[in-house]
């Protein structure tokens, strides 16, 4: 479906549990900042608490759903972190081993070690293109955003295999030497998920579902590989662009997200991501041990934003910690935070209309700074 120009919509809003007005003001709020439509979710000592407002459609009437699908993006850090870290407990990988031990078919460096790659320390290349602090910009695949973006609305049902992605990575000079910087690189999560398969001989879905999925019940979580589909109940998302002199809108909710693969292919909803992080932060997932080691925070560079394993270790303006990981896939966002423990979860949905430009970034970002003080304190 193409659309010229922007539909407009009339919002409503949906809200279960305990009464929350300013938790339905600010999720209204933060809809009208720039997004179609939002779901959240938030549990507390006051209990849980679940909204959805703005449409779930352009030019349509219907909030929405509550509990729908959206792609998560690179929640899935998350989630392939823990399975590796799973591995680590049962004894079949070495956080500090040289990855070339489970991998030895790619030229890694030999330095690069298991946790490099879960802290975002390897120095590898991103696939999906690297800026550089002078603002050069070298890109990997066509992605969304900046120059390719046309050409990857064009071809969004392109397969993509996970070693075609680390060996482009591979054939760009790497951003550092192992371990002496600290820099976002999907190429990390990709070569996790490699050693998954690789230790366990099995598919990496198959390993969610033994370690994760199954477990903890997460009935509407998918590693979708190179499938475009996505289950329904779900809020749709659009991409916009110029062609012609004249501006397009695109519905993207089917995409073949094998482009990223692994850093950020998940599909979730808002209750399977409180269930995952509140799992996880209250140690149900992983032996204390490793569950400390996840969340020791490594230096990014960013204020008051460090990393660990595979999350966001953020402090709050009101000096308080917070465990996290967002991520976006091309008009559709998610948010998952939680404090150590588990006891206050935050999970949200979004659904926008994205470009080439991130002009929706600006939201994205007001979005996460609002319901994390809202939720977290100030």
């Known amino acids: 479906m193409t659309l010229t120009g922007q539909d407009k919509s009339t919002s409503r809003t949906d809200t279960t549990g305990p ?29 849980e608490w679940t909204g959805s407002a703005g449409v779930a459609e ?11 699908h959206v792609r ?15 591995l680590v407990a049962e004894g079949r990988i070495d956080l500090d081993a040289p990855v070339t031990r489970y ?12 946790r490099m790659l879960l802290r975002q320390t390897s120095g590898l290349f991103n696939f999906s293109g690297e800026v550089y602090e002078d603002g050069t910009i070298v890109h990997g695949i066509p992605i969304p955003y900046g120059a390719t973006g046309k050409e990857w609305v064009d071809d969004r049902f392109r397969t993509y295999r996970p070693q075609e992605l680390v060996e482009l990575a591979l054939s760009k000079p790497a951003r550092f030497e192992p371990g002496a910087g600290w820099s976002y690189s999907n190429t990390n999560y990709v070569l996790a998920r490699l050693l998954i398969e690789q230790v366990t001989g099995r598919p990496v ?24 589909e996505i289950p329904e109940p779900h809020a749709h998302a659009y991409y916009r662009y110029e062609e012609d002199g004249q501006t397009r809108t695109v519905d993207v909710t089917r995409q073949n997200p094998s482009w990223v693969s692994s850093g950020g292919d998940l599909i979730s909803t808002t209750r399977d991501l409180q269930t995952f992080i509140s799992a996880l932060l209250g140690g149900r997932l992983l032996p204390a041990e490793l569950l400390a ?26 000096g308080g910690t917070v465990i996290s990981h967002n991520g976006a ?46 939720v977290f304190g100030g």
């Open 103 to 114: 991998l030895p078919g790619f030229a890694l460096d030999g330095r690069i070690t298991v």
């Open 329 to 374: 896939s091309v008009g559709h966002a998610a948010l998952m935070y939680g404090t150590p423990g588990g006891g206050r979860t935050l999970t949200a949905a979004i659904n926008c209309v994205d470009d080439a430009d991130l002009t929706v970034a600006a939201a994205f970002a007001s979005a996460q700074h609002r319901l994390l003080d809202e």
């Open 205 to 228: 879905a198959e390993e969610m579902r033994r370690l994760i999925s199954g477990p903890l019940g997460l009935t509407g979580t998918v590693m979708p590989d190179d499938s475009p």
């Open 293 to 318: 080691e996840m969340c020791t925070p490594y230096p990014t560079g960013i204020p008051n934003m460090d990393y660990g394993l595979g999350v966001f270790v953020l402090t709050t303006a009101g």
């Open 72 to 86: 998560a993006g690179s929640n899935v850090k998350t989630f392939i972190a823990t399975l590796v870290l799973r």
């Open 19 to 47: 009464d929350r007005p300013e938790l339905r003001r600010t999720m209204e709020e933060l809809v009208g900042s720039g997004f179609l439509g939002m779901s959240l979710r938030v549990r507390d000592e006051r209990g």
């Open 58 to 68: 352009l030019g349509g009437a219907t909030a929405p759903p509550i509990d729908g």
